[in-house]
Structures are given as C-alpha cells and as structure tokens.
C-alpha cells in the first residue's frame, strides 16, 4: 500500500495541439481501412446515411456521425474487419438553385461544398474508409444508376405514362407524392399544384405485397415505428373489385371497375363518384355537364391531395348527367365528379355507401342524394344524425344478407355471387402507388432514352453510357421555365437515333435523386468497378449492411426504395439476400431552447465554433452522453464544458500511471481490478443495446475508481491502475479518440489505440463476494445488509428479520407481509 496521494493540477490539456498532432498519423497509418483485420476476421459493414453537400457539417451531422462511429470502432476492436464508407448525395435541386442564384455550373458550388465537408469530417475523426469515396454525380457513378433504370425497363419495371402529377411552381418540377409535405413542396415550401405531363415511372407497386412481407425478418431489428410507418404507406388492404355498368349520353355503354373493402355493403350504394381530374370523368360525362366539369376542375388542380382528403374540409362535386347500374341490385344510381377521390387511387373510382362512410355521407348531404343504412350497428340512423356508423353489426336491407351478423360472412357471399354473375371478384388493393422519378432539372442523372419520330423510345447502348450532363450551362440557362433545361441545350438533345440513325432527341428529364441513393450502398463495395454497377464477389463477402445509422425522416422514401432495389437485383440474379440493412438505428434531433434549430429563430448553433472552443472530443462526447441514441438532444441543456473537464481527468490518469507498459495486471489491487472487468463486461451489453450514454456514464465511473486507487489506495505503481487506465483509453477511443490516443502513448504503447483489440474479461473477477441487501419497513429504508450473491430468500428474510434497526422499526406491530427479492430487497409491511 503506497501512502496518501492527492491529485495535483498537472499540466494543462492542450485539445487544439493534441487534435493537430494525431490526425497526420491516423493519416499515414491509415487504420481503418476495410480487408486490414487479417485472414479469417468475420466482415460487418456499418453504414450512415450519406450527406447532402449544402454547406459545412451542421450539429445533426455532429450526432449521427459520434453515434455512428461508436458501433464502427467497437466491431475494430472487437477484432472484425469493418467497411465504413463515406460518399455525397451530390444531384439534387440545392446546387442547381444555388448555381442559379450565383450563376455558374452546379457542379462548382456541389464540389466545393463537398471537399469542405470531407475536411470536417477528417477533422471530427469519424472512422471512415476514405478509399471507398463515392459522389452521385460524378459520371463513373451515374453511368451505372442509367444502367440500372436501362435493366428496370426491359423487366418492365420502367415505364412512361400522361398522368397528372404533382407540380411545384417555384422549383418547376414534378414531386412524388412522398415529396409533398401538407399541400407544400418539402424541399421549398411552395404551394404545391397539379398538371398533366408524360413522366417515368418504377413499377414499385409489383413489388409490394414482398416489400409488406420481408419487414417480418427486419422485426427486433429495426425500429417498430419505422416498420409500422412502411407497412401503413403500402397500405394493404383486402376486398373486392366490382363492375358498374355507366350507361353514357350516346346509349353505350361503359364498364367501370372500383375497388372496395366493404363489398358486402353495396346494397348501400347509392351514388357513384369520379376523381374530376380523372380521364374517366372526361370520357363519361354527358355533353351538356361537360363545360361544368371543366370549370371545377380547374378549380381542383388549385388543391394538394392533401387538402383534397381533408375530412373536415366542404365537399365539392359535378353532377355527370349520367347513372350506373348497381350490380347487386339493378338501380340506376347518378354519378358524380368529386374532388374527394383521386384520379390515381385504384381505377379513380368509387361506389359510395353514405350511410357507412363519413366522407360520403357528406357529400350526399351537400348534394341531396339517397343515403340507405344496410349494417345494422345499434346506433342511430346515418340519416338523422349526419354521423356514418362504422362498425360492425347484422345486415338490413341487403337481400340475401338480412339478418346475418358476420361481416366476413358477409363478404365471402357477395365476392362469391359477384363472381358467380361476372361483376366482380375478390382481390388485393395497396395505397402504395408507382414511384414517379421524372425531374424536370438539369443537376441529376440523365434519363438514357432517345426519342425517335420512327422508332418511339430506344434505349441508349450500355457502350454508350453515361449519357453526360453538358458542362457549357450555367446558371441563367437552368432557370426554371416549365420544362427542363436540357430540353433547350441543342447540341446535347439532338442526337442520331441508336437504332434508325435518323434525327432524334435524348430525353430532356432527370431521374429523382432518390433512385441514386437507392444503391450508392453497393456501390461503395468498390466505387471504380468497371463491370457493372457493384462487384457481386464483394457483395457476397460484406452485404447485406450490418447496421445503418440515419435519420427516421427516411423511414419511407429512401428505405422503401432502396429495399425495392434491393429486390429487383437479387431476381435478376445480381444479389443473393432479399434485404439491405439488416439492423437499422434511428437518431433523434439536435434542437435548441426546445426548437429545432433555425437562423429566422435565432436558435441556430455552428458546429465548427463549437469544436474551436471546446475540442472534438468533447462535442462527440456530449452528443453520445445525452441521452438514448433516438431521443432528441436539446443543446441549451448541454454541458460540453462538463465534457472537457472530464476528458482532462481522464488523460492526467494515463500521466499518473507509474508501472511500465506491458506490466501484467494479475497481483495488481483486487477491488479495482473487479471495477475494471465488470465495467467491460457490462460495456459490451450495453454497446451491443445501442445504451451508448450507459457506457459512458460506466467510463466516468472506472476514471473515479481509478482516481481514487491512485490518489488513496494501492498507489500509481500497482499493475491494477495501468490496467485500469487502458480500460479507459480503449473505452474513449469509441467516443474520444484524440483523448484516447493521446493516453495511449502515455501510456507506453504504439498507435493505435482504436485497433489495441478489447480486453479480454475475466469471468472469475465478475463473481461478487458479497452484495448490499436493501431492507425497507413500510417503504422506508431501515438497514443495508451484506449478504452472499447466492443467498436463498429465506435465509436473507431471517437475516433481515433479526437485525436490531428493522426490529427497532417493527417496534412490536404485527407483520403482514415480507416481500423477499434475494439478495437485494427484503420489503417489510406492518
């Protein structure tokens, strides 16, 4: 036992000198290399959502990396050899409205950006595999998202359609309907409005009952509510589709098809409605209608589908001037154009049932039209209260149904009578609809089809491909005029037909950056693989991701489509696993003052003065310790001051240690030898659980024990202190990796730390010798007992029963119950 110590204030922890001196050696040793664990090392690819270059890191960046990065270093010292890539989401409608603003190419303000960014994060020491760099717009890059959309085609499963879509009048281009955000454009907040247009489309919806199915083996894996959010947005749902007979003003007749969950409902079907903006409508309303159906629709292209699935918004509506005929029943009922049906919902068409459906109901009230109750639910008539009944009951004014009280009963017997009489039959529907990826903007990947007056579409030759993006454009002549950009570029749209060799033009649209983003996993497997889009012999040896990292803003879009992708690869034989990312870990936000930060809310903070005042090590730690990795991270309430201080303490104890470097630790002080191994055994749960902040919270416990020994027990020189301080370095090193190097070499040992390898545990130093019994009378603690680990709970009632502070408690009152939880509680009531 050496004699007292108390700690001395030290020399001071410069952050800024230790930052600069680490990084060139990480630089030239180069540790995180993937294929560098050694032969036979298991392989697991952690993976974060890669960033749009717009400017400098921001403090979500801050947090997704430092938590991202703790799962990648502790796979390294576990001993795997991990792929951690990194890469730049660089098309997109950012670049090209800032070349505008600025006039110049986008591809200077993209590239700029980017090379910014790689340095912050060079700098922020995330443990990325720089060799692996990939940029969506470089051309090696999109030469194989056009081959990819070139194979989607001749599966079928790329095709162009007129349809109207949505149109965002200040970016002018076409959104997906997952890109409109309450009736406004998500990337500018404009007002989002409709228009007819010719546009490409992915037949996702194929794919959809395999997308709803395959979630099953992602479940434990991936956030509930990201599973649930997928499988609303599919949105399947069971029924039936049914022909009505319109019969039309010239005395044809035109068959209508309309999907319905409730078929057993249809003797309540007393009207018909069509989306207005719908070709049906069109193509069946009576010629003396029509010019007041052209009226209201130009009045429904003014709404988002948003607002035009409102329930509480006023229903709207055009008489046809024509009836159908009710296939169960025969009635003619009148059919209507309504903005309350969109045009690409099943076939744009519904049979409405007022009396069981709210939004009917009020449309047949607006317009004074029949509304007949058929589910008998026990609550009052549809008719008098305005209210639709929705739930279950017997069925009354349904023919044969009358009097049945099974609804699926119900069902079956109308599926098997429609069938029977040739109306109808039983089905499948999804909400799900086809992923339009048409842009009608110059910064993305060019569509790879020509246009020719004789031939129609042709495909571009693969040896052909990429078709480039013209470099001469800038800024004045990418302003947006409707159509796109390089529609207006002679030189680049008039081209030989590929097939005729006659004059044609290249397809002047973009595909959505989202289709991009769909696969740059693969591609990170070797970014300059010239034989296809990724190398399947790497795909075999890394895929799928082991753990993707990123925000649950993506839970639809991007997962949804990159899981499509996914799919159609392994049919075509490219892939042989159904499913990406096999584990997936949602982040919360970083707000401010309770708000998400904003520059108009003053409430913005910068990263980068952050880390010039307080370290990197510090802003990672802070956002690790904060809190779960999905809650969000409210910087007011922050303490990175706290963090450095702690980081100080930490690097004086490598300095304080006293026993040279590869002291074995046996014979060194038991007590903290038992903190050492338990903090690491419990780290490595913790880790595997994603409680990042538990294991920091554990870390800053180990320093305290350590201080301590050093300071007022077995001294600087006992092996159990060195070993202690390792601990601690190779803990930092997943959250601190300056601070953990820097220790590293005080305490004897080459660099790197972040691959020194994690400490073997020794099982014999997790078994307790003794553990504290709590013992509370009427829920007030009376004694603290030291008891054996394996105490059975008789012998620690008897135990606790006969100590002089419990007896005192009892005072004599007649016990009515022992709650005995061995060997930690005993709870007495009196």
Known sequence: MSEHHTEQPGPAYDVAAV?????????????????????????????????????????????????????????????????????????????ENAAIRNDEHPATYTYANIETQAESFRRYAVSFDWSRRLHTSDPEYYRWTQWLFLRFRERGLAYRKNSPVNWCPNDQTVLANEQVVQGTCERCGAEVTKRELNQWYFKVTDYAQRLLDDMDALQGTWPDRVLAMQRNWIGRSEGAHVDFDIALADGGTRTVRVFTTRPDTLYGATFMVIAADAKLAAEVVAPDRADALAAYLEEVRKASDIDRLATDRPKSGVD?????????????????????????????????????????????????????????????????????????????????????????????????????????????????????????????????????????????????????????????????????????????????CPSCGGPAKRDSDTMDTFVDSSWYFLRYLDPHYEDGPFDPAQAREWMPVAQYVGGVEHAILHLLYSRFFTKVLHDMGMLDFVEPFSALLNQGQVINQGKAMSKSLGNGVNLGEMIDRYGVDAVRLTMVFAGPPEDDIDWADMSPGGAVKFLHRAWRLAGDVTSAAGTAPEGGDVALRKVVHRTLHDAEQLLEGHRFNVVVARTMELVNSTRKAIDSGPGPEDPAVREAAEAVAILLSLVAPYTAEEMWERLGHEPTV??????????????????????????KVRARLEVAPDISEADLEQVAMADPAVVRAIDGKPVRKVVVRAPKLVNVVV
């Open 754 to 779: 972040a691959r020194a390898g994690w400490p073997a545990v020794d099982p014999a130093l997790l078994v307790e010798d003794s553990v504290t019994a709590v013992v509370q009378v009427q829920g």
């Open 19 to 95: 930052q600069e001196k680490w990084r060139p050696v990480w630089e030239r040793l180069d540790p995180f290399r993937a294929g560098s664990a050694g032969e036979g090392a298991e392989k697991r690819y952690a993976l974060t959502m890669f960033p749009y270059p717009s400017g400098d890191l921001h403090m979500g960046h801050a947090e997704v990396m430092a938590l991202h990065d703790v799962v990648a270093r502790y796979w390294w010292q576990r001993g795997y050899d991990v792929l951690n890539p990194i890469g730049w989401d660089s098309f997109g409608l950012p670049a």
């Open 320 to 496: 046809l001037g024509v009836t159908a005929t009710n296939p169960v029943t025969g009635e003619q009922v009148p059919v209507w154009a309504s903005d309350y049906v969109l045009a690409d919902y099943g076939t744009g068409a519904i049979m409405a049932v007022p009396a069981h459906d709210q939004r009917d109901l009020d449309f047949a009230r607006a317009f004074g039209l029949p509304v007949r109750r058929v589910v008998d639910t026990g609550e009052e008539n549809p008719e008098e209260t305005g209210v639709a009944t929705t739930g279950d009951g017997s069925y009354v004014n349904s023919g044969e149904l009358d009097g049945l009280g099974d609804k699926t009963a119900g069902i079956a017997r109308i599926i098997e009578r429609l069938e029977a009489d040739g109306r109808g039959t039983g089905t499948v529907n999804f909400r799900l609809r086809d992923w339009l990826l048409s842009r009608q903007r110059f910064w993305g990947a060019p569509i790879p089809i020509v246009h020719c007056p004789d031939c129609g579409e042709v495909p571009v030759p693969d040896d052909q491909l990429p078709v480039r993006l013209p470099e001469n454009l800038k800024g004045a002549d990418l302003k947006p005029k409707g159509t796109s950009p390089l529609a207006a570029a002679e030189d680049w749209v008039n081209v030989d």
